[in-house]
């Protein structure tokens, strides 16, 4: 706990200063590591460039001395790394290995089209998290809220996989329907179907995460007492959406970076010129002075998107926080619709099944006579593009997708918890790793131990933890701001009693809900990974893998993605029903 002896400017300069030390030395550190990726990669990088340059040209020794030479690769990294950063200093980001072109033109004219994206797709996030809350805000502002709610649409909306829904939208709207550009960037309409791909699943996370957080903002006694004496609905919702956003807008930095930094599928479907894109082909063709200049301009812009959201966080809370006046949110008890076990049941009953009748199949005979067949009797999801079973590939598939999630999921969440529990020295920290992009952890985690299951897993563990760390430490600082934390510091309560019987009940639901809202995106990123050659390989029949490998033939085979995509949605869906069946059966947790 913080020391209340000490005056509030005296502690918020303190922790401000920290946190602006922690987040100059992790950029430091990340821009390092990245320097160091050519030489990590256990790759010439000379060869690299070479034939990123021209892939006709015979890598001779002459050929390849030359390109050493003309970079300057022969001094060392860091080396390179200073000079560049000398000249950054006069406002040069250097030139880049591959095409000769200063790095800064470029850049800008990327940011540009990201920043436009993002806010197209930020205008998404908030259309499509209205309706999935306007329920409980509408029935809660007029004490008419009898019963919970499991998130079922919210939790099947976010598990939609953004590259795939980015392929459906480009061949129904623009391809079919001839209604917005399917490809390239040319104006304002250019931006309507990326910006709906990235957009709809974010805004089901974000509007799921602040649904089951309203209940406990109108049982708060003022909510109450406004009914009781006539005030507006109205006014009851603008309230308890105040009281209980705060919580919600940490979610919205990696959400942010990851619009800009991390739509790297969605930029090659759409082709569309972005950061993301940019700073990806970099990093695989090693043009240092552009991966360095991409790095560095998601960390000034995931800084400034963290500072923001605490602004207005802060905003928000008002004095209250400032004072620790802060009441706790307490979740009423409300019973879960019977309809909810129903639907675990049938998800439950969908998985065993599938998984029951894949695992009778072959997953890795290749038929190339029955390639890209159709359901049928014989192949009851069909066939890929080799003629394999895809119901065998399924069901095969099926336990170590969900292990590898699910363990990478747990370890981001432990990882987030303790970090996010010392946010003076983790606050700079988690707004840094936050704008690092899974793909460039995966290529600079492969550069260490090679491409590999554990690669993959271990890359997404190095980014994933930053939202659960960004949550907690909001959280935290809202229930320590709390009356009944003074009264119970008051009162002799030790800091192990606080963190066991206040602290730590007040994280886990939010958390919990968070997790199970993030575990198809954790399966979505490590297909991604595989994707690359940074994780799992073929001939694996991992469902993220699937759906990669397969989504060139959506609009030829829509059946090869519509089976992976099918099931992914109801292991969320039962994993979102399950645990609120759970969490209803507990009855009331604070902080939910």
């Not at 003074?486 to 602290?503: N, S």
């Not at 090869?560 to 209803?584: D, E, F, Q």
């Amino acid at each position: 706990m913080s020391d209340t002896t000490v005056p509030a400017p005296v502690r918020r300069f303190a922790f401000a200063w920290r946190a602006g030390a922690g987040r100059v030395l992790a950029g430091a550190a990340l821009l390092v590591t990245v320097a160091l990726l050519p030489w990590l990669s256990r790759t010439d990088p000379a060869l690299t460039v070479l034939r990123t340059r021209s892939a006709e040209q015979d890598p001779t020794p002459e050929a390849l001395a030359a390109v050493r030479d003309q970079l300057g690769l022969t001094d060392g990294p860091f080396a390179l790394l200073g000079q560049w950063l000398g000249g950054l200093a006069h406002g040069d980001a250097g030139t880049s290995w591959v095409s000769g072109e200063p790095v800064l033109p470029e850049l800008m004219a990327a940011l540009g089209v990201s920043l436009t994206l993002v806010l197209g797709a930020l205008l998404v996030t908030v259309v499509v998290a209205a309706p999935v809350a306007a329920r409980t805000v509408f029935l809660g502002s007029r004490r008419r809220l009898r019963h919970g709610r499991a998130g079922t649409g919210a939790a099947v909306l976010a598990a939609l996989p953004k590259f795939l829904l980015a392929s459906v939208l480009a061949t129904v709207f623009g391809v079919w329907l001839g209604w917005f550009p399917s490809s390239g960037w040319e104006g304002p309409a250019s931006m309507v179907l990326p910006a709906l791909a990235l957009g709809v699943p974010s805004g089901a996370m974000i509007g799921g995460l602040l649904d089951q957080s309203l209940p406990a903002a109108f049982n708060e006694p003022w909510a109450r007492t406004w009914y009781a004496v006539g005030f507006p609905p109205g006014h009851a919702a603008r309230h308890a959406l105040r009281r209980t956003l705060p919580g919600v807008l940490p979610q919205l930095l990696p959400t942010v970076v990851a619009l800009v930094g991390g739509a790297v599928a969605v930029e090659k479907i759409f082709n569309i010129p972005g950061v993301g894109r940019l700073v990806l082909d970099a990093a695989i063709a090693q043009d240092l002075p552009l991966l360095q200049a991409g790095t560095l301009t998601l960390i000034l812009l995931g800084t400034a998107a963290g500072l923001g959201l605490r602004a207005a966080r802060h905003r928000l809370l008002g004095p209250a926080l400032r004072e620790g006046a802060l009441p706790t949110l307490h979740r009423p008890p409300l019973p879960v619709p019977g309809s909810t076990r129903y639907v675990a049941g049938a998800c439950a009953l969908v998985l065993l099944a599938l998984v029951t009748a894949g695992l009778l199949r072959d997953p890795l005979h290749v038929d190339t006579a029955a390639r890209l067949l159709p359901p049928s009797l014989e192949h009851p999801l069909g066939t890929d593009s080799l003629g394999r079973d895809l119901l065998a590939r399924l069901g095969h598939g099926a336990l170590r997708t969900a292990a590898v999630a699910l363990a990478v999921t747990a370890v981001s969440v432990v990882l987030g918890v303790l970090l996010g529990m010392v946010p003076q020295a983790s606050a700079g920290l988690t707004d840094v790793v936050a704008t690092l992009p899974a793909v460039l952890a995966g290529l600079l985690v492969t550069g260490l131990i090679g491409p590999s299951v554990l690669g993959a897993a271990l890359a997404v563990c190095v980014v994933g933890w930053s939202p659960y760390a960004a949550q907690t430490s909001a959280l935290l600082q809202q229930e320590r701001a709390s009356g009944h934390i003074a009264a119970a510091v008051a009162l002799g309560a030790g800091r192990w009693h606080l963190l066991r019987r206040h602290l730590l009940p007040a994280l886990v639901p939010p958390l919990l809900r968070n997790a199970l809202l993030r575990l198809p995106t954790a399966v979505l990123v490590l297909a991604s990974l595989g994707f690359l050659g940074l994780g799992e390989r073929p001939p694996s029949p991992e469902w993220g893998r699937l759906l990669s490998e397969n989504q060139p033939y959506a609009e030829l085979a829509p059946w090869t993605v519509l089976g992976p995509a099918a099931a992914l949605v109801v292991l969320a869906v039962l994993a979102v029903t399950a645990a609120t069946i759970v969490r209803s059966e507990g009855r009331t947790v604070p902080g939910d």
